[in-house]
């Protein structure tokens, strides 16, 4: 019999709708019920393509005595911490402050006015029954002291907290950024730190940016290495594109098999702006690999990207993804079949679980052609498996960040397509998401989903809609990324030049969450910092400058005392430093000189500069072309800083001296 999850939008909570568990959704009601009926508030948070959260619902959630027991001394709340991120994150700070660690499913114990008491992460079934018993037991016995508890936690985390005013760091607080990180860089395996390695997909760009300011090649060496490790590791899907969440391991050998959205639009941008950096073959296939991918594995039917792909199929995790060197020879003969293991690593004893092993391309093959024909054949070999399951809800931020890498790689790499992919994207989410100005976190089928959207949604997207002006000059994109920018100033600011999570009018939790640093994606205050500078640059608006200066306030601590936090935060300080730039390329659409200098500007420009792009007739409302008519009535490009502009020029070549002139 069906829970109270059975009419939810987020497929993760669908997964739940027949555990024999009394499920509520979080909400008022199930807060209600738990002082009618004087019990404590069990919150269970994960996510659909989370591997131990599945490993928790087989072993308790879909187990009836542990049920029974979870129903009779507790209302159960079950949350999406992809479709409810603030209840997630005020309720993790609480777990990583009582236990000292963090991790998904996490499992809370809230007193009915929803103060923790008591955290943990993933229990096996038998430690997790002896909780349940030890916790109805303590309410019941040591009720006072339980509710204490939940309040000394709740005035923890709830007092003042100052992220520190001021404005962004200069050029030798990034370099020194750059030193320490290469302290934690292994020159080994490329990567920061060890197992288990996560893409830092927002460090690469800082480093890139770096060293286009210092031109040193430190940081182009470290991303070079670490985007080439990852590239040709199993993290990297040898056959079907797209990078896995992360490596288990320090040598990018095995991946963490869920494939996140938000990772390979982030990395989509990472190798494109490798490949422009360097002109790196490899950057440039995975970055269309990835693309690729993108679009076949994780479209919607809408025009947007779904969620995730599980980590498990057929009731293991990665299966769908490994390989026995019998599996080869049943696929491929044996001729192909010793040349596809010796080149993808594929092993007796295996490099995973139970003689399996994973695809890694150490080396590019001696025979393309025939790697090519291989490749094909196991991909279609492949396709006779079951594959994982699909979190198909889209995300706002997610899709902002698919629609800037798209964007980007479509025009950097002359895939037009792949331009109009991020068109189609960011106009599901405008049309589906947003209400009367405002966002919603989610939808799923063309329909939106309950939950607010939160500052991630807005900055993200604003930057996915800036990007695609900058490759196709719309001013309605531009215009609506200043709607929401000004959604930002106006709903999520704090009192110190920052910005909190969630806007002012959401719904209140009993800490306002406000994270200032990068995670799996860049923190919510940072991307608005990036969206917000980039817009100035375009509109010539001081308001939102300064709004993203003194946004960038935590990076100059964050940078010496923990760089791998900051990375785009960092990356927005540099674009800072530059100016930033802004181009204005204008002439009639279709010339081919017209074309040509807009891809000089978007290939030589420092990241981060303000491009736009025109006919040269008419500003169509953006101020940067405004006073920017044709020279001689052909194409041309006028270089600014703070909309001071030099001389247009008319050719590529004149165009990129006055880049590097302007780069300092």
Same mark, same amino acid.
């Given at each position: 019999?069906?829970?109270?999850?059975?009419?939810?939008?987020?497929?993760?909570?669908?997964?739940?709708?027949?555990?024999?568990?009394?499920?509520?959704?979080?909400?008022?009601?199930?807060?209600?019920?738990?002082?009618?009926? =004087?019990?404590? /508030?069990?919150?269970?948070?994960?996510?659909?393509?989370?591997?131990?959260?599945? /490993?928790?619902?087989?072993?308790?959630?879909?187990?009836?005595?542990?049920?029974?027991?979870?129903?009779?001394?507790?209302?159960?709340?079950?949350?999406?911490?992809?479709?409810?991120?603030?209840?997630?994150? +005020?309720?993790?700070?609480?777990?990583?402050?009582?236990?000292?660690?963090?991790?998904?499913?996490?499992? *809370?114990?809230?007193?009915?006015?929803?103060?923790?008491?008591?955290?943990?992460?993933?229990?096996?079934?038998?430690?997790?029954?002896?909780?349940?018993?030890?916790?109805?037991?303590?309410?019941?016995?040591?009720?006072?002291?339980?509710?204490?508890?939940?309040?000394?936690?709740?005035?923890?985390?709830?007092?003042?907290?100052?992220?520190?005013?001021?404005?962004?760091?200069?050029?030798?607080?990034?370099?020194?950024?750059?030193?320490?990180?290469?302290?934690?860089?292994?020159?080994?395996?490329?990567?920061?730190?060890?197992?288990?390695?996560?893409?830092?997909?927002? %460090?690469?760009?800082?480093?890139?940016?770096?060293?286009?300011?210092?031109?040193?090649?430190?940081?182009?060496?470290?991303?070079?290495?670490?985007?080439?490790?990852?590239?040709?590791?199993?993290?990297y899907d040898q056959l079907g594109g797209g990078?896995?969440?992360?490596? /288990?391991?320090?040598?990018?050998?095995?991946?963490?098999?869920?494939?996140?959205?938000?990772?390979?639009?982030?990395?989509?941008?990472?190798?494109?702006?490798?490949?422009?950096?360097?002109?790196?073959?490899?950057?440039?296939?995975?970055?269309?690999?990835?693309? !690729?991918?993108?679009?076949?594995?994780?479209?919607? =039917?809408?025009?947007?990207?779904?969620?995730?792909?599980?980590?498990?199929?057929?009731?293991?995790?990665? &299966?769908y993804y490994v390989w026995t060197p019998a !599996?080869?020879?049943?696929?491929?003969?044996?001729? =192909?079949?010793?040349?596809?293991? =010796?080149?993808?690593?594929?092993?007796?004893?295996?490099?995973?679980?139970?003689?399996?092993?994973?695809?890694?391309?150490?080396?590019?093959?001696?025979?393309?052609?025939?790697?090519?024909?291989?490749?094909?054949?196991?991909?279609?070999?492949?396709?006779?498996?079951?594959?994982?399951?699909?979190?198909?809800?889209?995300?706002?931020?997610?899709?902002?960040?698919?629609?800037?890498?798209?964007?980007?790689?479509?025009?950097?790499?002359?895939?037009?397509?792949?331009?109009?992919?991020?068109?189609?994207?960011?106009?599901?989410? +405008?049309?589906?998401?947003?209400?009367?100005? &405002?966002?919603?976190?989610?939808?799923?089928?063309?329909?939106?989903?309950?939950?607010?959207?939160?500052?991630?949604?807005?900055?993200?997207?604003?930057?996915?809609?800036?990007?695609?002006?900058? /490759?196709?000059?719309?001013?309605? &994109?531009? !215009?609506?990324?200043?709607?929401?920018?000004?959604?930002?100033?106006?709903?999520?600011?704090?009192?110190?030049?920052?910005?909190?999570?969630?806007?002012?009018?959401?719904?209140?939790?009993?800490?306002?969450?406000?994270?200032?640093?990068?995670?799996?994606?860049?923190?919510?205050?940072?991307?608005?910092?990036?969206?917000?500078?980039?817009?100035?640059?375009?509109?010539?608006?001081?308001?939102?400058?300064?709004?993203?200066? !003194?946004?960038?306030?935590?990076?100059?601590?964050?940078?010496?005392?923990?760089?791998?936090?900051?990375?785009?935060?960092?990356?927005?300080?540099?674009?800072?430093?530059?100016?930033?730039?802004?181009?204005?390329?204008?002439?009639?659409?279709?010339?081919?000189?017209?074309?040509?200098?807009?891809?000089?500007?978007?290939?030589?420009?420092?990241?981060?500069?303000? *491009?736009?792009?025109?006919?040269?007739?008419?500003?169509?409302?953006?101020? %940067?072309?405004?006073?920017?008519?044709? +020279?001689?009535?052909?194409?041309?490009?006028?270089?600014?800083?703070?909309?001071?502009?030099?001389?247009? *020029?008319?050719?590529?070549?004149? %165009?990129?001296?006055?880049?590097?002139v302007g780069r300092g």
């Amino acid at each position: 019999m069906a829970n109270r999850l059975a009419e939810a939008t987020s497929p993760y909570l669908l997964q739940h709708a027949g555990n024999p568990v009394d499920w509520y959704p979080w909400g008022d009601a199930a807060f209600a019920e738990a002082r009618r009926r =004087d019990v404590p /508030v069990l919150l269970s948070v994960g996510y659909a393509a989370c591997h131990w959260c599945h /490993v928790m619902a087989h072993e308790s959630f879909e187990d009836p005595a542990t049920a029974r027991m979870m129903n009779a001394g507790f209302v159960n709340v079950k949350v999406d911490r992809e479709e409810r991120p603030d209840v997630d994150a +005020v309720y993790m700070e609480a777990t990583q402050a009582m236990t000292g660690q963090g991790g998904w499913p996490m499992t *809370v114990f809230l007193t009915p006015d929803g103060a923790p008491f008591y955290c943990g992460t993933y229990f096996p079934r038998e430690h997790f029954q002896r909780l349940l018993q030890g916790v109805a037991r303590a309410w019941d016995e040591e009720r006072e002291g339980v509710v204490e508890q939940g309040r000394r936690v709740v005035e923890a985390l709830s007092g003042p907290r100052s992220l520190g005013r001021g404005g962004a760091p200069g050029a030798d607080a990034l370099d020194a950024a750059v030193e320490a990180l290469a302290a934690d860089f292994d020159t080994a395996n490329g990567g920061f730190g060890g197992a288990p390695k996560f893409p830092p997909s927002m %460090l690469l760009s800082f480093l890139l940016a770096n060293h286009a300011r210092t031109g040193r090649d430190l940081p182009l060496s470290m991303a070079a290495r670490t985007a080439e490790a990852m590239a040709r590791g199993g993290m990297y899907d040898q056959l079907g594109g797209g990078f896995a969440r992360y490596s /288990v391991d320090a040598g990018w050998v095995v991946p963490h098999f869920e494939k996140m959205l938000y990772d390979n639009a982030l990395l989509l941008r990472a190798y494109t702006r490798l490949w422009r950096a360097t002109g790196d073959p490899l950057a440039r296939r995975v970055a269309l690999e990835t693309a !690729e991918w993108m679009i076949a594995d994780l479209g919607t =039917d809408e025009g947007g990207f779904a969620s995730a792909l599980d980590a498990d199929s057929e009731g293991e995790e990665g &299966r769908y993804y490994v390989w026995t060197p019998a !599996e080869l020879r049943e696929a491929l003969g044996e001729d =192909d079949a010793a040349w596809a293991a =010796d080149l993808f690593g594929v092993t007796d004893d295996g490099t995973f679980e139970h003689g399996f092993s994973v695809l890694r391309l150490p080396a590019d093959p001696d025979d393309p052609e025939r790697h090519a024909r291989v490749r094909a054949a196991l991909l279609a070999a492949r396709g006779h498996r079951v594959r994982p399951a699909r979190d198909d809800k889209v995300v706002a931020a997610w899709n902002g960040l698919a629609v800037a890498g798209l964007a980007e790689a479509g025009a950097l790499l002359e895939r037009p397509d792949l331009v109009a992919r991020a068109e189609a994207a960011a106009d599901l989410v +405008v049309g589906v998401h947003l209400r009367e100005g &405002r966002l919603a976190r989610t939808s799923r089928d063309g329909a939106a989903g309950p939950s607010a959207g939160v500052l991630e949604d807005y900055a993200d997207l604003a930057e996915g809609l800036l990007a695609l002006h900058a /490759v196709t000059g719309d001013p309605g &994109r531009l !215009e609506l990324a200043g709607r929401l920018l000004d959604t930002v100033l106006d709903r999520f600011a704090d009192d110190e030049g920052g910005f909190y999570d969630t806007a002012d009018d959401s719904e209140a939790l009993f800490n306002r969450p406000q994270d200032p640093t990068d995670g799996a994606t860049p923190s919510g205050r940072f991307a608005a910092a990036g969206a917000l500078l980039t817009y100035a640059g375009l509109t010539g608006s001081e308001r939102h400058r300064r709004a993203a200066d !003194e946004a960038l306030a935590p990076v100059g601590l964050l940078a010496a005392k923990a760089p791998r936090a900051a990375g785009w935060g960092m990356a927005v300080a540099e674009t800072l430093l530059s100016g930033p730039l802004e181009i204005a390329v204008v002439g009639p659409a279709g010339d081919p000189a017209t074309a040509e200098l807009h891809r000089t500007a978007l290939m030589a420009a420092p990241l981060g500069t303000a *491009v736009t792009l025109g006919d040269g007739t008419d500003d169509r409302g953006v101020p %940067l072309l405004t006073g920017r008519p044709l +020279v001689d009535g052909g194409p041309a490009a006028y270089v600014c800083q703070g909309f001071a502009c030099r001389l247009p *020029v008319t050719t590529p070549a004149d %165009l990129r001296e006055q880049i590097a002139v302007g780069r300092g």
